[in-house]
């Protein structure tokens, strides 16, 4: 059975840093390109971070580039997302998925990023 278990989200202050962690189990995670996704209330999921299947290539939302890391470890199937410097249009439920040309596994419940101003 696929699951995706996001964890990590917090109440931050602006500036702040988060690691998020993501957990896959159910399929095999090392072939394919992982990415991390966010939704703010009342707007459309928007892929946030991708990283290739074995990590070599990586890519970013715009407005998080310089700020955001995205990183995965096969062996243990785990997907990060390393954010700082984090700013009030950051606060959204994150989710991990695979990458936006996949089509899309279940998604998991998310983990909430809320960065206060």
């Known amino acids: 059975q696929v699951q995706l278990v996001e964890s990590g989200g917090a109440l931050v202050q602006s500036g702040g840093s988060l690691r998020l962690s993501c957990a896959a189990s159910?399929?095999?995670?090392?072939?394919?390109?992982m990415g991390w996704y966010r939704q703010a209330p009342g707007l459309g999921r928007e892929l946030v971070a991708s990283?290739?299947?074995?990590?070599?290539?990586?890519h970013y939302l715009d407005s998080v580039k310089g700020r955001v890391t995205i990183s995965r470890d096969n062996f243990k199937k785990m997907l990060y997302l390393q954010m700082t410097n984090l700013r009030p249009e950051d606060t959204a439920v994150y989710y991990c998925?695979?990458?936006?040309?996949?089509?899309?596994?279940?998604w998991g419940q998310g983990t909430q990023v809320t960065v206060a101003a």
């Open positions: 990283i290739s299947n074995v990590g070599g290539n990586t």
């Open positions: 159910g399929f095999t995670f090392s072939d394919y390109t």
């Open positions: 998925n695979l990458g936006i040309e996949a089509r899309p596994l279940s």
